[in-house]
């Protein structure tokens, strides 16, 4: 049953894993960025954070709707809004205590929106990369933790088509993509707190 307690625990795991990695993400950025990917999760996750209990207190839907406002206003950048319209389509699209099939279904969906929000294909060295993969192992088996994190290495080798990092073109190689590991890391504390 996804109660109170458990809506806190899966919305206060995930923001903490993203804020504690911060100057990891920081440095991804700055590797192929503008170095201020870290800083914008963080900032936008201190304000999930922020308003913990009342997010906890919702729904499961009205929560990520809220939290997706909430990533739109804080985090800024080209990823506030795409995490936004993540978070706000699977509000639109998951039940109050979704099944492992809801989340596969709901993710699918919430990716064709951030493709259409950022212009963007899977390949193209972003968070899609990571999140594609992960609706894949959701709908069809697999552990999405595992997936994720396979998913956010194998950007490394990737030419980035989409964001800044697209800037550099083929100097883009060797570096994974801030945006798939914060991906992962999201994915990788929702689905620890989602089998306890
Ligand atoms: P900014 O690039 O504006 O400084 P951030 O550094 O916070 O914003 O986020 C960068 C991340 O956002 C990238 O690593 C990538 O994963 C993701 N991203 C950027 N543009 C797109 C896009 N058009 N579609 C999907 N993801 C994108
Ligand atoms: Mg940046
Ligand atoms: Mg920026």
Do not use: C
Not at 43 to 53: I, N, S
Not at 74 to 100: F, H, I, N, Q
Not at 153 to 176: C, N, Q, V, Y
Request: net charge negative.
């Amino acid at each position: 049953m996804l109660d109170e307690a458990r809506r806190r625990a899966l919305i206060e795991t995930a923001a903490r894993s993203v804020i504690d990695h911060a100057d990891e993400l920081t440095a991804l950025d700055q590797a192929i960025g503008d170095g201020d990917h870290g800083l914008n999760m963080k900032r936008g996750l201190e304000a999930v954070l922020a308003d913990l209990d009342s997010l906890a207190a919702k729904p499961l839907p009205d929560a990520l709707k809220a939290i997706g406002m909430t990533l739109v206003m804080k985090v800024g950048g080209a990823s506030g809004p795409l995490y936004g319209t993540l978070a706000m389509t699977l509000g639109k699209e998951l039940p109050a205590d979704p099944t492992r099939a809801d989340l596969g279904r709901a993710l699918g969906v919430a990716i064709e929106a951030v493709k259409a929000r950022g212009k963007s294909e899977i390949g193209q060295k972003t968070m899609l990369d990571v999140l594609a993969p992960v609706a894949d192992a959701l709908t069809h088996g697999g552990d999405p933790a595992a997936v994720a994190s396979a998913a956010a290495e194998a950007t490394i080798p990737m030419k980035a088509i989409r964001g800044r990092a697209s800037f550099l073109g083929d100097r883009s190689i060797g570096h994974m993509d801030p945006g798939a590991r914060s991906s992962a890391l999201l994915v990788a504390a929702i689905s620890q707190t989602a089998e306890k």
